[in-house]
């Protein structure tokens, strides 16, 4: 297990995804632990990014509930289509919303939030979660996220 993170910011955003992820799976190796291994995850991602928020929520029963996070208090339920991360659990894909505003049905936990992105996490083909990433930032979150933040959600042992 690693001890320490090595953060670069200096690097482009894909350069620091790519330092990361072998950081993320060295914290992964060996732990069982789903609730830890979320925890971890939620961390390395807000240490090295910076963003408001940064949390999963786990489906139960006909809802998401909020899981490990880290960043101001949040929603502690989402109905299953209702704003971006109840729509991304319904939609089974990656939302990314430049302005969460502009998005029917936003769900605002903080009012700091202006731009997101929801990950669905897969097992067995069914949607068991959300990694939710929210910025202060307008338009913060793009391909290159969706693409680097799918393959970390991958990384995740159920």
């Known amino acids: 297990m690693a001890d320490d993170l090595t953060i670069i910011r200096s690097a482009s955003k894909a ?3 790519t330092s990361l992820i072998p950081q993320i799976k060295a914290l992964l190796d060996g732990e ?3 609730v830890a291994n979320l925890a971890n995850i ?3 991602l807000k240490e090295q990014f910076g963003w408001l928020w940064v949390g999963f929520y786990l489906v ?3 809802e998401l509930v909020l899981g490990p996070f880290q960043g101001p208090v949040a929603c502690t339920r989402i109905a299953k289509g209702r704003g971006v991360c109840g729509s991304s659990w319904a939609q089974a894909k990656t939302l990314v ?3 969460v505003e502009a998005f029917p049905g ?7 939030s202006r731009s ?3 990950v669905p996490l897969f097992h067995n083909d069914q949607v068991m979660g959300v990694l939710d990433v929210d910025s202060e930032v307008l338009d913060q979150f793009d391909d ?5 933040l799918e393959e970390i959600v991958k990384l995740i042992n159920w």
């Open 106 to 112: 936003h769900i605002a936990c903080s009012s700091l």
């Open 116 to 118: 997101e992105i929801v």
């Open 32 to 34: 069982p632990d789903l």
């Open 60 to 62: 139960k029963q006909d």
């Open 144 to 148: 290159i996220d969706a693409k680097y």
């Open 15 to 17: 350069e620091q995804y």
């Open 42 to 44: 939620v961390a390395a």
């Open 97 to 99: 919303v430049p302005d």
